[in-house]
């Protein structure tokens, strides 16, 4: 059973770029979460999505950031005209069932973004 | 505002000695409290999670955590630790906030001395 995958696991970009990062949760799973760490820093909520919607983008920037979780195929965070502060580490994570029950998550290994 | 704190950037201990890795919460009802543990490079592994019930909270890799309401606490605990623990340990909080999401800690690092 494989877990969440996430590619490219590494990624550089220069300023103004676009940056694409997939995620495809564990089978089966419907609920998707996006997630930024930066550097010696926690773990910051994105987005959370099911299979065609958004339900929560509270976390994500106004500007730049958006992303899918379509029919078919992997959830896609996408970042346009990339910035240096953009450089961080992406983490996909899926769950079975939504949070209201207390399910954990199960984590992708990372895109880890460079923007130079 | 609901939030989890953990107030030690790091952690050292012995091989062999008895851990801690302290984490605090602050929510409006009652908390659904986790610990995950990140190696190098990699993506959050579970490690226990408390819902309700037995305060006393057993996981994965022999670790256990304690659930304190009046402390508001959930330290994360393990009797004999190993170098191979070494690694950063997040707390978590589920909160609603818009709708139901982690909150995590900012995370921390235990270095586990042979």
């Known amino acids: 059973n494989a877990g969440v995958m996430q590619n490219p696991r590494h990624l550089v970009r220069r300023r103004g770029q676009e940056a694409r990062l997939r995620c495809s949760p564990m089978k089966g799973h419907s609920h998707v979460y996006w997630y930024r760490q930066l550097p010696e820093e926690g773990l910051k909520f994105m987005v959370y999505?099911?299979?065609?919607?958004?339900?929560?983008e509270s976390g994500m920037p106004k500007e730049r950031f958006s992303a899918e979780f379509p029919k078919e195929g992997p959830s896609i965070l996408r970042i346009q005209q990339v910035v240096r502060g953009d450089s961080a580490a992406y983490f996909c994570?899926?769950?079975?069932?939504?949070?209201?029950?207390?399910?954990?998550?199960?984590f992708g290994p990372g895109t880890r973004l460079t923007v130079l | 505002a609901q939030s989890v704190a953990q107030p030690e950037d790091q952690v050292n201990v012995a091989e062999g000695n008895p851990l801690t890795v302290k984490c605090t919460y602050s929510v409006s009802g009652n908390p659904y409290l986790f610990w995950y543990v990140q190696y190098p490079n990699r993506g959050l592994q579970f490690l226990l999670k408390y819902i309700t019930g037995d305060n006393l909270v057993k996981g994965s890799y022999g670790f256990e955590a304690e659930f304190n309401k009046s402390q508001t606490s959930f330290h994360l605990k393990k009797p004999s630790a190993l170098v191979s623990d070494s690694a950063l340990y997040f707390c978590a909080v589920i909160a609603l906030s818009g709708t139901y999401k982690y909150i995590f800690g900012t995370g921390t690092r235990l270095k586990v001395l042979a």
């Open positions: 999505l099911q299979k065609e919607n958004i339900i929560d």
């Open positions: 994570a899926s769950s079975l069932l939504g949070l209201a029950g207390a399910n954990e998550q199960f």
